[in-house]
């Protein structure tokens, strides 16, 4: 694993390449959640980054503009520059890794971005939507019922024990419906771990769009409960993106 920064000098994103060799066949791009989903999952991304690798598939990580080490603070988040980052990050893929195509995997809110993120990057013929977030109203609720925010100003407010802008709040419980008939024309897989509203809802909208849904029972990293699933990792569900990853 190569760790390192890219992008425009001043506003850098922090990136992880995990190298496939020679022999690769294949690209991807990881969207990762945000905030303490972020931390809880980062382990079982890391791994499903490396064994992807292992098993021919160049693999980047990276951080969003105002999360882990990119460049900004946490209130300096943004839904529209994350548009951006991806770009970015999509771009510096294809360059490190030698080819044209590419497939992206988001998880959670990290599926939202990348989903909206699909219609604008032509490279991207495959994608993984892992209990994706579409409904930014239900999961905002679910975060805040989770960790009660105790500042609030006209300017930040805490969320989800992140100081974040007013204005990054409203998009995240507003988010804008993905472009489904974009995803319909991907290679692509929803896979679930949980069974929720939330969960339950997204399914439904990428179902009816013609996406492949699977649920498999499994840990759901992002929760991070530490009492229950410390060291655990959601094996069933990264075996399955891996199997798909190789055409099964």
Known sequence: MNAFYFGPSGRQLYGFFHDAGYTATGAVLICPPWGAEY?????????????LAERGHHVLRFDYSGTGDSWGDSTDADLEQWQTDIALAARELRTMSGTDRISLIGMRLGAYVAATAAANLPAVDAIVLWDPVLDGNAWAREVANAHPHRIATEEVIEFGRTLISTRFHQQLTTLAPVDTDV?????SLVITTCDSELTNAAVETLGNAGMQVEHVPDISPWLGDMAIDHGQ????????????????
């Open 39 to 51: 931390t809880n999952s980062h382990r079982s991304l890391r791994v499903l980054a490396r064994t």
């Open 183 to 187: 995803l319909s024309r991907l290679r």
């Open 233 to 248: 990792l959601p094996g069933r569900a990264l075996r399955r993106i891996v199997e798909w990853y190789d055409g099964g």
